[in-house]
């Protein structure tokens, strides 16, 4: 089954404490009270993954919402797939999950991010982490933290 993990609940829930904060006493958005209905079921239920295609209307907007200010694709335009290599150097995923890219679902995305991110293991974590960066000063400080290869030895 698709669906979305609960701490990508948790990244929306965020992503709305902050784009709309409730003051002091007052009532949850209406946006972050659909997503927290969705958490709290999940969290009584001990489930990790809420179904992408029955979550509540609100929910699902509120959802889509935070989904939209994420990056669609790990990749860094280094793609050994095309190279022959079942699974991509450069981002993580398998050769089948960049050929299905564009056709998956927001969900189907989400879970290869959180197995990408879990495993740690591609370039885009590590070696080549300034392309991955959103922020610049990010992308400068992992460059500056790259050490040189001392190439005289």
């Not at 009584?44 to 179904?51: F, G, I, M, T, V």
């Not at 509540?56 to 994420?70: C, I, S």
């Not at 974590?125 to 005289?152: I, M, P, S, V, W």
Request: charged share 25%; aromatic share 8%; hydrophobic share 40%.
């Amino acid at each position: 089954m698709a669906g979305i993990h609960i701490t990508d609940i948790e990244a929306a829930i965020n992503h709305w404490r902050a784009k709309r904060p409730t003051s002091e006493g007052g009532a949850l958005v209406h946006e972050l009270r659909a997503l927290a209905e969705v958490y709290a079921l999940m969290v009584y239920h001990h489930e990790d993954l809420a179904d992408e295609f029955s979550l509540p209307q609100a929910a699902a907007e509120a959802f889509q919402d935070w989904y939209a200010t994420t990056p669609d694709t790990p990749c860094i335009a280094i793609c050994s797939t095309s190279q022959g290599d079942e699974m991509c150097k450069g981002c993580g995923r398998t050769f089948e999950e960049v050929q299905l890219w564009p056709e998956m679902t927001a969900g189907e995305k989400r879970l290869v991010w959180r197995r990408i991110t879990m495993e740690g293991t591609s370039w885009r974590f590590n070696k080549y982490a300034e392309r991955a960066a959103e922020d610049r000063q990010l992308a400068r400080a992992a460059a500056q933290a790259q050490t040189l290869l001392d190439l005289k030895a």
